[in-house]
């Protein structure tokens, strides 16, 4: 199979193009950063997804199914204009350019946390639970109007069978993503009374999804996710750290400030509620399973990350 992937050059764009390579797919990365040690199997082209280039990419290679993990996660690489025209203006590109050309299957790598986080929301959300981020997290906006965006060719292109992946976050030896950049410091800020869950995945098990995901074609939204989610207390110390509860007024004012990691006002309820998904659909349609519990990406990540010393 010829897979294409925009946003290759990311962590996991790596992982799921060195995963698919060794079961010898052909893979063809488009990303604006280079990738310059690629394996042999990888073709780079480092171009934005969204400019004339990557759409003869799709025009001159014909690609079977398309990986879409070029979105903008980190919430300070970029302003909010900037990140709208790479998530969503991006998203609508690939989509285009899919339907233009023929190719048979989309996947979409969006993010559980487009259902928002509140004192009112279910503990499992399904897949067809409103995106109240957009109101309590509205940094994550652009994530959520990407992440309709790509359910929306269900209908409109009834021919491509789409398939939107909303991911738990990741946790393991590399440090990537949210849930680890928030665990990186010595102390991990809680709300004074909080103990929020945490669902999250093994950086391998997510690679896996998505190449189950490829092989398997289910069409229509899931979430993904892995083992049981864990409290905000429990994942601090099984990392190493300790949590520094702090009232929900002084939150706000010492984030990014005396080793603390910084965070948008947004993130303030998924510091407070929980985002937990039920993954159960996309285990039915594809039989993942998770090889990684949630004592080994704990365990990993405090090997890798070991807590920092006191000044």
């Not at 060195?18 to 010898?24: C, I, R, T």
């Not at 280079?34 to 042999?40: H, K, L, Q, S, T």
């Not at 067809?128 to 994530?143: H, K, N, Q, R």
């Not at 990014?256 to 659909?281: E, N, Q, T």
């Amino acid at each position: 199979m010829r897979v294409v992937i925009p946003g290759i050059s990311g962590l996991l764009g790596r992982m799921v193009a060195e995963a698919l390579v060794a079961k010898g797919h052909e893979v063809i990365g488009i990303d604006r950063r280079a990738w310059r040690n690629a394996p042999d199997g990888v073709e780079m082209h480092d171009v934005d997804i969204r400019k004339r280039a990557a759409e003869d990419v799709f025009r001159k290679r014909r690609p079977d199914a398309v990986v879409h993990m070029a979105t903008v996660t980190h919430l300070f690489e970029a302003p909010t204009e900037e990140r709208y025209r790479i998530n969503l203006g991006g998203t609508r590109a690939v989509f285009d350019y899919a339907h233009a050309h023929g190719i048979a299957h989309v996947i979409f790598v969006g993010r559980h946390t487009y259902y928002g986080a509140g004192p009112d929301a279910p503990l499992y959300h399904p897949e067809d639970d409103p995106p109240m981020a957009v109101s309590t997290f509205p940094e994550l906006a652009d994530l959520v109007a990407a992440d309709l965006y790509a359910g929306t060719a269900l209908w409109r292109y009834p021919d491509l069978t789409t398939t939107v992946l909303r991911m738990a976050y990741t946790l393991g030896p590399t440090g990537h993503g949210t849930l680890a950049a928030f665990l990186r410091g010595r102390r991990v800020p809680a709300v004074l009374g909080f103990d929020p869950l945490f669902q999250f995945l093994h950086e391998s098990d997510v690679a896996s999804a998505i190449c189950l995901a490829l092989d398997r074609r289910p069409r229509g939204v899931f979430n993904v996710a892995g083992p049981q989610p864990v409290p905000l207390s429990v994942l601090a110390r099984a990392t190493g750290r300790s949590t520094l509860p702090l009232p929900e007024f002084v939150f706000a004012k010492l984030l990014g400030r005396f080793g603390l990691p910084r965070l948008p006002p947004g993130a303030l309820s998924h510091i407070k509620h929980p985002v937990v998904v039920d993954a159960s659909a996309f285990r039915a349609a594809t039989g993942f399973v998770h090889e990684a519990d949630e004592v080994r990406c704990m365990e990993e990540f405090r090997a890798a990350f070991p807590p920092p010393l006191p000044r």
